[in-house]
């Protein structure tokens, strides 16, 4: 990952320096910016499979309801078949 793999980065690295003269932040410039190239569109494949996931990510599996929302993984299911008896902490 750098200047020469397509990608249209800020061309800064490293942290932040505060001098202690000044307040101003002083930033290490890797490449110019106006050089970078632009940012590769995305294949239509590439596009759907990760549209196929992300749909993964929001369906229980245990009622196969999809939800707005990604599922949290330490459940690994919806709120609602995680607790059915309604003893969900406020």
Not at 5 to 14: H, L
Not at 49 to 78: D, F, N
Request: hydrophobic residues 35%.
């Amino acid at each position: 990952m750098g200047a020469g793999d397509g990608r249209a980065t800020s061309g800064r690295a490293g942290h932040p320096r505060r001098s202690s003269s000044t307040s101003a932040v002083q930033v290490a410039h890797l490449y110019r910016v106006d050089w970078a190239k632009p940012v590769r569109p995305m294949p239509s494949r590439k596009r759907g499979a990760l549209a196929l996931a992300m749909l993964a990510r929001r369906t229980c599996p245990k009622c196969h309801v999809i939800y707005g929302y990604r599922l949290p993984a330490s459940l690994g299911m919806s709120i609602l078949c995680a607790c059915p008896d309604g003893q969900r902490a406020a």
